[in-house]
């Protein structure tokens, strides 16, 4: 099974030559690897129906993430439709494309997910069936976007990457819970763990994150508005991945856990009221549609609905109808899409208003369209007709409020036959239009609808092979034994059969009516399709608008908010920490310790105060240079008293050349202003104080607890017989740490050349600057 | 502007402050002073010199680019840290010789790289307060 | 001592922030040297106080004896000098040119000058 789906990745890359080479051929070239998946597909059928097929490779040393494969009922069906419909919709491709240059690309694209897709629901294992989730996500998002150059096209793309990507981190984090709770993470082993896992008090936010993920993947209320956006793809990517197979992930992914996590209360409250509302809403928007594409779109939304319905319902039966409908569904959605592709192919428009009488000039799309069609809307002798009946009969058997369910399940169903005669009769039938450019599509566009048409009668024909199938599958999503008996003919009448000649009746009673519907649906169009979407819109736009507006409120480019925020952010912090862990508190004998300052030092801490004030109050360039001058030579003093000779001498020279600079450059500078309001200055001041406080109260906590400091002992020691020198400063500097002071005075030679670069080098003398003059004189 | 009691003071204050830097330089190591403080007192007389005089004529007082002082101070301290890895230590392991020079000393790596500092710190100091005063001669202009 | 150099410590430390959030460039240089001041004692304080008694080896003998001041945070602080000499420098330079190129001494005209979405 690693194989199948490498092979798919693999051949992906080889694609785009191949189309190079054989542009007309390369369609069908691609379309040999899912057939031949397909084939090997059959060929395990039987050991896939019986114990199930099962491959474990460790790819990773965390424990619980291997990649495991297992091949039961669920995983056949649902595989055989991918790689099935795959191989179909490859050759449909290479015709659509028509040798087109990118062509390769769509190709590539559709292998990568299809292996994708095929991995999904192959995995066994709850982390690499999200790997598998997110690289759908990912080339869908590439699909929709196939048309990049076009801004509608990058925003469908982007909207649906962001619906299901965040759908699927919600997933990642509940498939996470799951494999916490019930401490497996393989999906075989999960179903012993339902009682853990339904018991546990994370089982309802599991609930609810799996439900973000199918929800968003699957389209469903509210996230069903992306689903008709991605119509912006090429039709083979519409109907490959937004019917047949993608937007099943989140169906198959409810359908494949149901077993752990299903037939509890929250479990059918919660897809039932989704899938229901789904399926109505889906059902109605698309009778509003006058695109083929969004129609259908909107219908498969409706079919999504149905599908995660039947699976809240839970019971045998609607397990069963669940297989039965995911069937027929991928087969005559499939090719009711690939029929509209067509006609857009051959006559340029999707638009159902300018589409009439098709039948003559399109025999070979007519019969399919008729066989989907009929498929749909749940013709007897068809696959679609087996389902409907299991639908009804889940619902008469549901055991709850039977006729509410009932009543709104005929409701969506009829929704499905208006769509199927829109499909039909209404363009291939009556007067036939003319077309400018009318081209009447190969045998490569007909090949892949005719095929899933007729599939879907052969299915209608043979009830066992479709029994086999669907009861495998209804078997992994129910959980127990499943045995489907189907007939080709209903032998009896059933309220069922009553139901479903009902539900084509009144279709065919809207369909006529249709006109008479449309305020109606305007006005429904406006609220429900609107809403959700309109929300996603705000989200995604206000987003960028609320960076800008934090990063101009954090980024001003004024230096003194940057200070504020640093000073402010610094004193918060430490506010907390104290507040929440407690700290020391001012240490008591702070009199014994201030006793032993002497006179002179009394003297200069008042000096520098006094220095510091006038800084703070100087209101001509000389005061405050004056005032620096007499703080900075007070710490040079400090620095004398304290045994600290070189940084005096240092501190001294400095200060020195420090006068000499200022007064270079502040008298170019005009006198001191006072720029900032008097709220501004005491708020500033309250900060910088407590700032200034806070500091001042660090010292004494730290001085009051007892120095120990080996370095100080081992440089002291080490001086004079390692280094040679007496001065035990100096000899830190040029020897024990000369690499640190090496670094210091490349520095300085780099700030050197950046305040010549500064004062010399400025636009507009361009090279001829005064700077060549004074080398030049050396 | 320049008043003929700095010039004459600068005459005789300049010679002294040189020697005083060398001294800082050469007993730094066993006393206070060394290649930072020692070069900023360079500076400061070359500096001085600049203010009573021009900046022209302690450009040529200096008779080197005071970049050319960075890089030959960057590179005697580079050099300085060879010898130790040729003596398989690593770079910049101090290394001395027996040799006693008069007034300097122990001939060592160590008073190379101190030099390279002082190279450096008067270069850089002088390439700063050099283009201000020009920069500010030339606004007057 | 200590504590009053604590005192003083905090002083500048407050009084060279709150010249930093004045929207005049001179008054944030001068900020600058204060915070320079600053943080050099602080350095110099935590590694507490011994009068008089500076790192340097007697003559003839092979180490200092205590009580001495300790040669660690005095040789990170001389360098710190040197650095926040050449860090001031730049500091006046840049300010100077600022000045040159939008006439005036307030910051808030030195950001609208740069940003030609807020010169409304």
Redesign the interface.
């Given at each position: 099974m690693l194989n199948a789906v490498l092979a798919g990745f693999v051949l992906a890359f080889a694609a785009p030559q191949v189309a190079r080479h054989l542009p007309r051929q390369a369609g069908t070239i691609a379309a040999l690897l899912p057939a031949g998946i397909f084939v090997w597909l059959l060929n395990q059928a039987e050991m896939a129906l019986g114990p199930g097929v099962v491959e474990r490779w460790p790819w990773s040393p965390l424990p619980g993430v291997t990649l495991s494969f297992h091949l039961d009922g669920l995983s056949l069906l649902m595989a055989l439709i991918i790689s099935g419909v795959g191989a179909l919709i490859l050759i449909y491709a290479g015709a659509y494309m028509q040798g087109q240059a990118q062509a390769g690309r769509l190709y590539a694209l559709l292998l990568a997910f299809m292996a994708s897709m095929l991995g999904l629901v192959l995995a066994d294992n709850l982390i690499a069936l999200f790997i598998f989730w997110e690289l759908t996500s990912i080339t869908s998002f590439l699909l929709i976007g196939w048309h990049y150059q076009e801004e509608r096209s990058r925003a469908a793309a982007l909207q649906a990457l962001i619906v299901t990507g965040g759908g699927g981190l919600a997933l990642l984090a509940g498939l996470v819970l799951i494999g916490l709770v019930s401490g497996t993470w393989e999906i075989a082993g999960l179903a012993a763990q339902a009682g853990t896992l339904q018991d546990s008090g994370l089982y309802l936010p599991i609930l609810l994150l799996l439900w973000l993920g199918a929800a968003s993947k699957s389209a469903q209320f509210p996230f069903h508005f992306w689903l008709p956006g991605a119509m912006v793809a090429p039709t083979p990517v519409s109907a490959y991945l937004h019917s047949a197979t993608m937007v099943k992930a989140g169906v198959y992914l409810l359908a494949r856990l149901s077993p752990a996590l299903g037939g509890t209360q929250e479990w059918s409250l919660l897809f039932m009221v989704t899938g229901l509302v789904t399926l109505l809403l889906g059902g109605w928007l698309s009778l509003k549609q006058d695109d083929m594409k969004r129609m259908l779109a909107y219908s498969t939304v409706s079919s999504l609905g149905l599908l995660v319905t039947l699976l809240g319902l839970g019971t045998k039966l609607a397990a069963e109808a669940a297989a039965l409908y995911l069937l027929a569904h991928a087969l005559f959605k499939g090719a009711l899409f690939m029929v509209a592709g067509a006609i857009d192919h051959a006559s340029g428009t999707r638009d159902l208003r300018r589409l009439r009488g098709l039948a003559g000039a399109l025999p070979t799309g007519a019969l399919a369209a008729g066989l989907a069609g009929l498929s749909m809307a749940g013709i007897p002798l068809l696959a679609g007709f087996a389902a409907k009946e299991f639908i009804y009969e889940a619902a008469l058997f549901s055991g709850g409020s039977v006729w509410l369910l009932t009543l709104l399940l005929l409701a969506g169903n009829v929704a499905f036959v208006v769509v199927a005669q829109q499909m039909t009769l209404r363009i291939f039938s009556g007067a036939s239009l003319r077309f400018e450019h009318f081209h009447a599509p190969g045998v490569g566009l007909w090949a892949g609808p005719l095929v899933l048409g007729a599939l879907g009668l052969a299915l209608g024909l043979l009830p066992e092979v479709t029994a086999t199938l669907a009861g495998a599958a209804a078997r992994a999503i129910y959980g127990a034994p499943v045995t489907i008996h189907l007939f080709v003919l209903p032998d009896s009448v059933t309220p069922m059969l009553l139901l479903s000649a009902l539900t084509i009746v009144a279709g065919i009673l809207l369909y006529r009516r249709r006109t008479k519907l449309e305020p109606w649906l305007n006005w429904l169009d406006q609220g429900a399709r609107l809403g959700p979407e309109n929300a996603f819109r705000r989200l995604v736009g206000g987003l960028p608008r609320f960076a800008e507006r934090v990063t101009d409120m954090q980024q001003n480019g004024r230096l003194r908010s940057y200070v504020m925020w640093v000073v402010g952010a610094w004193l918060l912090l430490l506010a907390l920490t104290w507040l929440l862990r407690g700290g020391p508190g001012v240490p008591s004998d702070l009199l014994a310790r201030l006793a032993d300052l002497r006179f002179h030092e009394l003297v200069l801490v008042v000096v520098i105060l006094a220095g510091l004030a006038s800084v703070m109050q100087a209101n001509t360039l000389l005061t405050l240079i004056v005032s620096l001058g007499v703080v900075g030579f007070g710490t040079a003093i400090v620095f004398i008293l304290f045994g600290a000779p070189d940084l005096a001498m240092t501190q001294f020279s400095i200060e020195t050349l420090g006068v000499i600079l200022f007064v270079l450059v502040l008298y170019r500078l005009p006198g001191m202003v006072r720029l900032s309001p008097r709220r501004t200055v005491l708020r500033d001041s309250v900060v910088t104080g407590l700032a200034g406080a806070v500091v001042t109260l660090m010292i004494l906590v730290i001085t009051d607890v007892p120095l120990v400091s080996p370095l100080k002992t081992w440089f002291a020691d080490a001086s004079e017989p390692l280094g040679h020198g007496h001065n035990v400063v100096n000899v830190i500097l040029v020897d024990f740490r000369g690499f640190d002071t090496m670094g210091e005075i490349t520095v300085l030679g780099i700030a050197a050349i950046g305040i010549f670069a500064l004062l010399k080098l400025r636009p507009g003398r361009g090279g001829e600057s005064k700077a060549g003059d004074g080398e030049g004189r050396t | 502007m320049t008043s003929i009691i700095l010039v004459v003071a600068t005459r005789l204050i300049f010679p002294l402050m040189l020697m005083f830097s060398l001294f800082l330089l050469l007993r730094g190591h066993d006393a206070p002073g060394g290649g930072f403080v020692g070069g900023l007192m360079a500076a400061s007389a070359f500096a001085l010199f600049a203010f009573a005089t021009s900046v022209t004529r302690a450009r040529d007082a200096l008779r080197r680019s005071t970049f050319r002082l960075i890089g030959v101070g960057l590179l005697f301290a580079f050099i300085s840290g060879l010898p130790g890895l040729f003596a398989g230590s690593p770079f910049l392991t101090a290394m001395w010789t027996s040799a006693e020079v008069p007034v300097i000393g122990k001939l060592s790596s160590v008073l190379l790289f101190d030099t390279g500092v002082l190279l450096v710190v008067v270069g850089v100091t002088l390439t700063i307060v050099f283009a201000m005063a020009e920069a500010d001669e030339e606004e007057e202009e | 001592?200590?504590?009053?150099?604590?005192?003083?410590?905090?002083?500048?430390?407050?009084?060279g922030?709150?010249?930093?959030?004045?929207?005049?460039?001179?008054?944030?240089i001068?900020g600058l040297?204060?915070l320079g001041?600053?943080s050099?004692?602080?350095i110099?304080?935590?590694?507490?106080?011994?009068?008089?008694?500076?790192?340097?080896?007697?003559?003839g003998?092979?180490?200092?004896a205590e009580p001495?001041?300790?040669?660690?945070p005095?040789?990170l602080?001389?360098?710190a000098?040197?650095?926040?000499?050449?860090?001031?420098?730049?500091a006046?330079?840049?300010?100077?040119?600022a000045?040159q190129a939008v006439n005036?001494?307030?910051?808030?005209q030195v950001?609208a000058s740069?940003?030609p979405d807020l010169q409304a």
């Open positions: - | - | 001592m200590e504590v009053a150099l604590a005192i003083v410590i905090g002083a500048l430390y407050a009084a922030l709150y010249m930093m959030l004045r929207r005049s460039m001179v008054k944030l001068a040297v204060l001041y600053a050099n004692l602080l110099f304080v935590v590694s507490r106080l011994t009068r008089a008694s500076p790192p340097l080896v007697p003559e003998a092979h180490s200092v001495f001041a300790d040669p660690v005095q040789a602080i001389l360098t000098i040197v650095i926040g000499f050449g860090l001031q420098a730049f006046l330079v840049l300010v100077r040119r000045f005036s001494d307030d910051l808030d950001t740069d940003r």
